[in-house]
């Protein structure tokens, strides 16, 4: 089941709520309205690499090096 943003369209409080796919939009658990909106959601990771890795081992940006733009 995915996780959803919402914000309530009544007292602009915002929440997550685990959610099936067909589901209709919860009521919010501020207020209790049923006027909530759900948000644009922006997925992040966090991983234990140091940096991140562009381009495979040959390193050198975003095309790998051959074009001159990670000198």
């Given at each position: ?20 796919l067909?589901?209709g ?47």
């Amino acid at each position: 089941m995915p996780i959803y943003e919402f914000v309530c369209m009544t007292c602009e409080s915002h929440f997550e709520e685990l959610l099936g796919l067909d589901a209709g939009d919860p009521e919010c658990p501020e207020c209790g309205s049923g006027k909530t909106r759900r948000q644009l959601s922006v997925f992040a990771t966090h991983g234990t690499a140091g940096q991140p890795s562009f381009g495979g081992p040959s390193g050198g940006g975003c095309c790998g090096g051959g074009c001159g733009c990670g000198s």
